[in-house]
DNA sequence: CTCGATGAGTTTTTT
DNA sequence: ACTCATCGAG
């Protein structure tokens, strides 16, 4: 392959990222400077320049969206399907790895994949049979501590006490969630990738096949890796693999889940000799845009510092509209993307970002009455939908028999006559004899200590089951589920329920079979030598990919979405809306200095999505969780220096009368946000926000005795430190 | 088993 | 204000 393909479609600093010499490479990528192209293109040119076999690639994704598109633009460049080369997602990958190596990781052919729904059944059970009172104990917070502490890499046994209640308990689930997943055979997200990092340590055989094998990993999106993704890395790169990360400091938002940006920090030093590139020149946003956005995420501290340039138009002024209220923000917004579409846009060149996706809800009335298509993003997915859950759950009992979540979603489902008594008379069997639901249903027909009645139709459940075992071997994997779905009476469940909902409903376990249908003629690749069970992969798959969100896409829609979702997308025209304190930033974040960095850059990820104009508005009075507030304008607002604005004016009038009024000026109170002060009284505090102007100005410290406070610059006297 | 009352929680989300 | 899960009564 000619190298000029590879090398002419790139500007300087990607074109010496892209042939960096052999070895561990750090790219630098602000937002739109061709992250993406730069990892693709480096690919590319291992294989041609370097003559690196496929064979020898790894490339890491965080959400199979990144893994597709990737892979395709790969297929693109190179004009051939790169075989041979894994290109996935941390949890894709590390489940490829498991599912040869099943046996060495201590876990049965057949495991199967949890979703975080599944997770929190699981522990809801556990909970329950520990004889912890679940009002006490809730099992969402059980998942936290135990997800954050396998994303540390960190199992019940290296975590103490120190004679805490909490932690006692937390520790005693923890142990208690471990054994049951491996008694039934199951699998969470974390554990697929904790599970793979201990194969690897206690196996080095193993491991050492893998670092022969990859010499070249490539990472996207470096920034939102965490501690155990970390670990991972460093571990299959070993000495001599070449790792190529890109991400972007700025862009990390989601570090209250696990990610660490300082893992770019570190990379440097944990990964021998690497070199470093930045990419800056932005080729999505004007120059007003890239501006602001810069200016806001200035205000950040120990950034690794970048600075977007653009060779482009400066562009129109950012539009900001001080609406009355959420309705008056929302009719706004809608009346702007009519125009825009009046004038020859499209709808889908439209976004409307929020920072919650409770915001929807009016911008969704706003646009039902003016007759615009829109699409919502977020919510659920296809193979989360209850329906699609059900199927599966018959699906996943009939290939893992001792998958106790799943026997005990569809012990009564369609409802069968067995009720509580006696899934706890055969619950209690299990754990008595420390096996599964299923062999303990078995246990519990012989054994007859139920009314006649529950016995029959626990009888009648198992040899229905049987039944169905016997009557899908044979079967291809999508007859196997259209059999199931009609046999399981699931059908017939669904269809008594009445209106919209039932037929939804038939509608998507329709769907499944089409997905099943769908999935053999494109099976995932695998490396065992044993003979892979077409429906065991179909269940991970369905576990590991949740699928589309809602369709409609074909339509010309606005769209909606939150800041976090629109990471990595970009628009014409960007609608960040409720730039309000309290909302955006969001009170939960105010009195911590390193959310409301995060918050900050989110905010940043929102503006640069914007490629020709972006409009910020925020409402004076906003409705609540049911009640009226009233709040100031976001801080990000005035970090916005105002030569690129322009504050938009309804209502005729004033419009064109006042030049457009300057906001609270940068910082009248010669204090730096995250800056260190010393209060006589309070002692030592982060400044956090300040408001007003001269003698009136105001600061908010959050300081670390105290906490968070507001105070007169006039009588506080705070010293910097 | 289904229905309605009651109460808790309500930032962001992928795998 | 609204949703969602759980629980007790019919």
Same mark, same amino acid.
């Given at each position: 392959?000619?190298?000029?393909?590879? &090398?002419?479609p790139?500007?300087?600093a990607q074109r010496?990222a892209?042939?960096a010499?052999?070895?561990?490479? =750090?790219v630098?990528?602000?937002?739109?400077s061709?992250k993406?192209?730069v990892?693709?293109h480096r690919?590319?040119?291992?294989?041609s320049?370097e003559n690196?076999?496929?064979?020898?690639?790894?490339a890491?994704?965080f959400t199979n969206?990144a893994?597709a598109?990737m892979r395709?633009?790969?297929e *693109?460049?190179?004009?051939?399907?790169?075989s041979?080369?894994?290109?996935?997602?941390?949890?894709?990958?590390?489940?490829?790895?498991?599912?040869a190596h099943?046996?060495?990781?201590g876990?049965?052919?057949n495991?199967?994949v949890?979703?975080s729904?599944?997770?929190?059944?699981?522990l809801?059970r556990v909970?329950r049979?520990m004889?912890l009172d679940?009002?006490?104990?809730p099992?969402r917070?059980?998942?936290h501590?135990?997800?954050?502490?396998k994303?540390?890499?960190?199992?019940?046994?290296?975590?103490e006490?120190? %004679?805490?209640?909490?932690l006692k308990h937390m520790i005693?689930i923890?142990?208690?969630y471990?054994?049951?997943?491996?008694?039934?055979?199951?699998?969470?997200?974390?554990e697929?990738l904790?599970?793979n990092h201990?194969?690897w340590l206690?196996?080095?055989? /193993? &491991?050492?096949?893998y670092?022969?094998r990859f010499?070249h990993? =490539?990472?996207?999106?470096f920034?939102?890796?965490?501690?155990?993704?970390? +670990?991972?890395?460093?571990?299959?790169?070993?000495k001599t693999a070449?790792?190529?990360a890109?991400?972007?400091d700025?862009?990390?938002?989601?570090?209250?889940?696990?990610?660490?940006?300082e893992n770019?920090?570190?990379?440097?030093?944990?990964? +021998?000799?690497?070199?470093?590139?930045?990419l800056?020149q #932005?080729?999505?946003?004007?120059g007003?845009?890239?501006? @602001? +956005?810069? @200016?806001?995420?200035?205000? #950040?501290?120990?950034r690794?510092?970048?600075t977007?340039?653009?060779?482009?138009? !400066?562009?129109?002024?950012i539009?900001?509209y001080?609406a009355?209220?959420e309705?008056?923000?929302?009719?706004?917004v809608?009346?702007?993307i009519a125009?825009?579409?009046?004038?020859g846009?499209? *709808?889908?060149?439209?976004?409307v970002?929020?920072r919650?996706?409770a915001?929807?809800r009016?911008?969704?009335e706003i646009l039902?009455r003016?007759?615009m298509?829109?699409r919502?993003y977020?919510?659920l997915?296809?193979?989360?939908r209850?329906?699609?859950?059900?199927a599966l759950?018959?699906?996943?009992l009939l290939? %893992?028999p001792?998958?106790d979540?799943s026997?005990?979603?569809?012990?009564?489902?369609?409802?069968r006559g067995i009720?509580t008594?006696?899934?706890?008379a055969v619950r209690? =069997?299990a754990r008595?004899?420390?096996i599964?639901?299923w062999r303990a249903?078995?246990?519990?027909?012989?054994?007859?200590?139920?009314?006649?009645?529950a016995?029959?139709?626990?009888?009648q459940?198992?040899?229905?089951?049987?039944r169905?075992?016997a009557?899908i071997?044979?079967?291809?994997l999508h007859?196997?589920i259209?059999?199931?779905?009609h046999?399981?009476?699931?059908?017939?469940?669904?269809?008594?329920e009445k209106?919209e909902?039932?037929? !939804?409903r038939?509608?998507n376990?329709?769907?499944?079979?089409?997905?099943g249908?769908a999935?053999s003629?494109?099976?995932p690749p695998?490396?065992s030598?044993?003979?892979?069970d077409?429906?065991?992969?179909?269940?991970s798959h369905?576990?590991?990919?949740?699928?589309?969100?809602?369709?409609?896409?074909w339509e010309?829609?606005?769209?909606l979405?939150t800041?976090?979702?629109?990471?990595?997308?970009?628009?014409k025209?960007?609608?960040?809306?409720?730039?309000?304190?309290?909302l955006?930033?969001?009170?939960?974040?105010a009195?911590?200095?390193?959310?409301?960095?995060?918050?900050?850059?989110l905010c940043?990820?929102g503006m640069? *999505?914007?490629?020709?104009?972006?409009t910020?508005?925020?409402?004076e009075?906003?409705?609540l969780?049911?009640e009226?507030?009233?709040?100031?304008?976001?801080?990000? /607002?005035r970090?916005i220096?105002v030569?690129?604005?322009?504050?938009?004016?309804?209502?005729?009038?004033v419009s064109?009368?006042?030049?457009s009024q300057?906001?609270p +000026?940068?910082?009248?109170?010669? =204090?730096?946000l995250?800056?260190?002060?010393?209060?006589a009284?309070?002692?030592e505090?982060?400044v &956090?926000?300040?408001?007003?102007?001269?003698?009136h100005?105001?600061?908010q410290?959050?300081?670390?005795r105290e906490?968070?406070?507001w105070?007169?610059?006039?009588?506080?006297?705070?010293?910097?430190?």
């Open positions: 392959m000619d190298v000029s393909t590879i &090398l002419d790139l500007n300087d010496q892209v042939c010499a052999s070895g561990n490479v =750090l630098l990528a602000g937002a739109g061709g993406t192209r990892l693709v690919i590319a040119w291992l294989m320049a690196v076999s496929p064979y020898g690639i790894v890491v994704t969206k893994a598109e395709g633009r790969i *693109r460049l190179l004009g051939i399907p790169p041979g080369m894994w290109v996935g997602t941390f949890h894709g990958i590390a489940h490829r790895l498991l599912r099943y046996k060495e990781a876990l049965s052919q495991f199967q949890m979703d729904e599944d997770q929190l059944r699981a809801r909970i049979d004889g679940d009002a006490k104990w099992a917070e059980a998942q501590f135990i997800n954050a502490r994303d540390e890499g960190l199992r019940p046994q290296h975590l006490h120190q %004679h805490d209640p909490f005693a923890y142990t208690q471990d054994s049951y997943c491996q008694r039934t055979g199951v699998v969470d997200f974390a697929l904790l599970r201990e194969l206690q196996h080095p055989e /193993i &491991l050492q096949h670092q022969r010499k990993l =490539l990472i996207d999106e920034q939102d890796t965490n501690a155990l993704q970390y +670990a991972w890395v460093r571990l299959l790169a070993g070449a790792v190529f890109v991400g972007d700025d862009q990390s938002i989601y570090g209250w889940r696990g990610a660490r940006v770019i920090l570190q990379f440097n030093q944990d990964f +021998a000799q690497a070199s470093s590139f930045r800056e #932005n080729y999505r946003s004007t007003n845009i890239l501006n @602001a +956005a810069n @200016a806001v995420i200035a205000n #950040n501290s120990g690794l510092g970048k977007l340039w653009t060779a482009g138009k !400066t562009g129109e002024p539009r900001l001080s009355f209220n309705q008056d923000e929302a009719q706004f809608v009346d702007r125009e825009w579409v009046e004038q846009g499209t *709808r889908q060149e439209c976004a970002l929020y919650s996706n915001q929807s009016v911008l969704e039902i003016h007759g298509p829109y919502v977020g919510g997915r296809f193979f989360e209850q329906e699609i859950k059900d759950a018959y699906l996943r290939s %893992h001792d998958d979540a026997f005990e979603r569809i012990i009564n489902l369609p409802p009720g008594r006696s899934v706890d209690e =069997l008595g004899g420390g599964s639901l249903l078995h246990h519990s027909i012989e054994h007859q200590q139920l009314a006649a009645r016995v029959e139709s626990l009888k459940f198992a040899n229905h089951m049987a169905m075992h009557a071997k044979a079967l291809s007859e196997q259209e059999q199931v779905i046999d399981s009476g699931l059908i017939a469940h669904y269809e008594k209106g909902r039932g037929r !939804t038939i509608e376990l329709q769907e499944l079979i089409s997905a249908r999935f003629e494109a099976p695998t490396d030598d044993q003979p892979v077409p429906l065991a992969m179909f269940l369905a576990a590991l990919e949740a699928g589309e969100r809602q369709g409609d896409e010309d829609c606005v769209q979405m800041l976090h979702s629109a990471k990595g997308l970009e628009f025209q960007v609608f960040l809306c409720g730039l309000e304190e309290g955006f930033p969001h009170k939960l974040s009195s911590d200095a390193s959310k409301l960095e995060e918050e900050r850059r940043y990820v640069t *999505r914007a490629m020709e104009c972006l910020l508005s925020h409402a009075k906003r409705r969780y049911g009226e507030t009233f709040a100031r304008p976001s801080r990000f /607002i970090e220096p030569e690129f604005l322009q504050e938009v004016r309804l209502r005729g009038s064109l009368a006042l030049p300057p906001l +000026a940068q910082n009248e109170t010669g =204090l730096r995250g800056q260190r002060v010393l209060h009284k309070f002692g505090g982060v &956090l926000n300040y408001e007003g102007q001269g003698r100005a105001r600061v410290v959050n300081f670390s906490g968070c406070k105070l007169v610059m006039e009588y506080a006297n705070l010293k910097q430190l």
